[in-house]
Nanobody
């Protein structure tokens, strides 16, 4: 079955960096775009960005453009979210996501807290 497992979250000071990882299994990873979403307390889940199946194209939310970078390693079935210059408003639970032919699949989510 499809599984997405995030790792790499935690507490970081404003201006700091974190790299989230998403380990994927149960589907042909190299053929599918991968997305990252986040959900802050009391807010709706929102898109952070997406990367094409071959890694050649990316698209980001305006709020993270220039600070966050999505990448992938198709040989390892891994997707990544590099987050730089983090701000308190980036505090949220972050999820990786794939739309696979049989449905929508989400990771369990991982907490990122930006605070001094």
């Amino acid at each position: 079955q499809v599984q997405l497992v995030e790792s790499g979250g935690g507490l970081v000071q404003p201006g700091g960096s974190l790299r989230l990882s998403c380990e994927a299994s149960g589907f042909p990873f190299r053929f599918y775009p991968m997305s990252w979403y986040r959900q802050a307390p009391g807010k709706e889940r929102e898109s952070v960005g997406i990367i094409g199946a071959d890694g050649g194209t990316t698209k980001y939310a305006d709020s993270v453009k220039g600070r966050f970078t999505i990448s992938r390693d198709n040989a390892k079935n891994m997707a990544y979210l590099q987050m730089n210059n983090l701000k308190p408003e980036d505090t949220a639970v972050y999820y990786c996501y794939v739309l696979y032919v049989r449905g929508n699949y989400w990771g369990q989510g991982i907490q990122v807290t930006v605070s001094s």
